[in-house]
């Protein structure tokens, strides 16, 4: 099985600080990855597909980069609203797999 | 407007059975893939199954595989999940996602951009 680890689990930073979340894949994807942004009580929100493609409607300070098995979000500019908790899903596999990694929390100081 | 509600969710024994629907509403349902995932609380995600659009194809997670079974009614626009010989540790609140865009070839779907539309989940609890 694919298994994902996201470092770090949790970090604090500060408004305009710029935020690096890496994902890494037990084994090798092509670019079949997402990330996701959820708040407490909130359904996730697709932020990144395809490793780097910006999600419709969300905001220019979300990057992604990344193949392989390492991965990366980037808030180039962090902002108070962008607090919670955010995933990476695998989405490369036979014939199917849609693993997420353990999310990393997120809090804006 | 566009939207997926789930309901069917509750407090059931273990060892007992489930339904859980999900209705879609302002797109064209049959044209997605849709996913079952579950967030156990104060944990995270967890994806459990996937239905191809027609419901040709599904697939399942291990920890689920045998015990739980999707389906689609595309003339109701609704998604199911079935779910029986339930346990303690399904406890979890189960949301309904939909599939951006599933990549498939006969019999494998190996790739996704991921899910692009979510509800907000009904709460299953599993308990005695």
């Known amino acids: 099985d694919i298994q994902l680890t996201q470092s770090p689990s949790f970090l604090s930073a500060s408004v305009g600080d710029r935020v690096t979340i890496t994902c890494r894949a037990s084994?090798?994807?092509?670019?079949?990855l997402a990330w996701y942004q959820q708040k407490p009580g909130k359904a996730p929100k697709l932020l990144i597909y395809?490793?780097?493609t910006l999600q419709s409607g969300v905001s220019s300070r979300f990057s992604g980069s990344g193949s392989g098995t390492e991965f990366t979000l980037t808030i180039t500019s962090l902002q108070p609203e962008d607090f919670g908790t955010y995933y990476c899903?695998?989405?490369?596999?036979?014939?199917?797999?849609?693993?997420f990694g353990p999310g990393t929390k997120v809090d804006v100081k | 407007q566009v939207q997926l509600v789930e309901s069917g969710g509750g407090v059931v024994q273990p060892g007992r059975s489930l339904r859980l629907s999900c209705v879609a509403s302002?797109?064209?349902?049959?044209?997605?893939?849709m996913h079952w995932v579950r967030q156990a609380p104060g944990k995270g995600l967890e994806w459990l199954a996937v239905?191809?659009?027609?419901?040709?194809?599904?697939y399942y997670a291990d920890s689920v595989e045998g015990r739980f079974t999707i389906s689609r009614d595309n003339s109701k626009n609704t998604l199911y999940l079935q779910m029986n010989s339930l346990r303690v540790e399904d406890t979890a609140v189960y949301s309904c996602?939909?599939?951006?865009?599933?990549?498939?070839?006969?019999?494998?779907?190996?790739?996704?951009?991921?899910?692009?539309?979510w509800g907000q989940g009904t709460m299953v609890t599993v308990s005695s």
């Open positions: 996602a939909r599939d951006k865009r599933l990549y498939c070839v006969t019999n494998a779907c190996p790739g996704s951009d991921g899910s692009d539309l």
């Open positions: 302002g797109f064209p349902f049959s044209s997605y893939g």
């Open positions: 239905i191809w659009s027609d419901g040709t194809n599904k």
């Open positions: 084994q090798g994807n092509s670019k079949f």
């Open positions: 395809a490793a780097s």
């Open positions: 899903q695998q989405l490369n596999g036979y014939p199917a797999v849609f693993t």
